[in-house]
């Protein structure tokens, strides 16, 4: 799922590497461009909540195949976009297919991993968000210096896609059906997953997800929800924006290459943070979501550090607290993931995932029209001071939603 999800952000990154050149060539706008990352958005978070049923329904191995392939072949056709009309299209169906990505990682974790261990293999996949970000700038600028064009640059970055859904195709099974894994080690797998579903409330048929109507009942899946929403923006406002946000301030993109990368790097590292520090907590006899709920207020505070970038003007030090924000963004989001497979049965676990991603698209939906009105006629500062503060908001309401230690 790590290089899943590096290929996801290598396709989603390069329209955003490029946003300088296009802008230029085509004549858009902030608003303009904050159109096209809208129209990914809105396929992107109504996608989630229906690919994580769909994952929960027909499993994650048929899923993702057919979702990666759907959504690589779609950042291939970008590439014959000619406008803002013809560029949203692509983007939104691209959206489609990149929706089913950290629902069916978020299943994946919970069909094979204990408790202790998933906020490990949480921070291992949603890592590779951060990787894809780091990576695309050199990749992306390289091919468009090579070829002098920025169409190329769609149809390489598309068949990595291609290259994976071999990869998964070949060597991936759910525990149950595994054909390199021995018995012993699959009973205790299976027999986990039963304890788990048994220590949690029944809901409906046994192995049947249950009802979005009764997810949504409870308040922990609530908390995830608004949790996700409030706090995914933030991390969006960096992968969509920070290019034109150095440009702004007056950096040529091709001479920020060498600190582009560097915030992207520190959410690598906050993913292991977050993952491994929770459960180094739960290895030492913390509650679960104790463990969870330490780091989230830890790093929800962490995240303020956008404020001084308002202030300073050297590039270094721009790089350095968005790279402390997206530290803090990375190891709160890795337990905002975690969260679905302490709280539900794995059976549910790909659907409730689903909806959190849902409201962190409508969340990002919003907040990109608002961060490209703004800075049209204001600045990017409004945007860095809020981008700092709804984090503590998202951290609150995790913290009076989500308390019981499981639900099934």
């Known amino acids: 799922m ?116 998933r906020g490990w293999a949480v921070a291992l996949f949603d890592s590779g968000s951060a990787v894809g970000g780091a990576v695309a700038p050199l990749l992306v600028v390289g091919i468009y210096s090579h070829f002098g064009s920025w169409r190329p640059a769609f149809i390489i970055t598309g068949l990595l896609g291609f290259a994976w859904v071999l990869v998964w195709k070949g060597f991936y099974h759910p525990p149950e059906s595994h054909p390199n894994i021995g018995e012993a080690e699959r009973s205790m797998i299976l027999a986990a997953k039963t304890e788990e579903c048994h220590a949690g409330e029944s809901s409906g048929p046994a192995g049947a997800p249950a009802g979005w109507w009764s997810l949504l009942a409870r308040r922990h899946t609530w908390g995830i929800i608004l949790g996700r929403s409030l706090t995914d923006p933030v991390w969006f406002f960096v992968t969509d924006w920070f290019a034109i946000f150095l440009v702004a301030r007056g950096f040529r993109i091709e001479n920020t290459l060498a600190g582009f990368w560097i915030p992207f790097l520190a959410a690598d590292f906050g993913n292991f943070f977050g993952g491994g520090f929770s459960s180094w907590l739960i290895l030492r006899g913390w509650p679960v979501l104790k463990a969870r709920k330490f780091v989230i207020v830890t790093c929800g505070i962490g995240m303020t550090a956008l404020i001084p970038a308002v202030y300073v003007s050297q590039l270094a030090a721009i790089v350095g607290l968005f790279a402390i924000s997206t530290f803090c963004y990375a190891a709160w989001s890795t337990m905002a993931l975690a969260l679905p497979s302490d709280l539900y049965a794995s059976r549910n676990v790909a659907s409730v995932s689903g909806m959190g991603g849902t409201g962190a698209g409508l969340g990002t939906i919003l907040s990109t029209y608002l961060i490209g009105h703004v800075a049209d006629r204001y600045s990017f500062q409004p945007v860095l001071v809020v981008a700092s503060l709804v984090p503590l908001l998202a951290t609150a309401v995790v913290m009076l939603l989500v308390r019981q230690e499981k639900q099934g």
């Open 2 to 117: 790590f290089a899943s999800t590096v290929v996801n952000y290598i396709d989603r990154q390069t329209l955003s590497v490029l946003a300088p050149h296009l802008k230029t060539e085509f004549h858009w706008s902030n608003s303009d461009f904050a159109l096209l990352i809208i129209a990914f958005r809105i396929a992107y978070a109504v996608g989630q909540t229906i690919m994580g049923r769909l994952l929960d329904v027909v499993g994650t191995r048929r899923g993702l195949l057919y979702s990666v392939s759907w959504y690589s072949l779609a950042a291939m056709a970008t590439s014959l976009a000619g406008g803002l009309k013809s560029f949203s299209f692509f983007r939104f169906l691209l959206g489609c297919g990149e929706a089913a990505n950290w629902p069916g990682a978020a299943k994946v974790v919970s069909e094979w991993f204990p408790k202790a261990e």
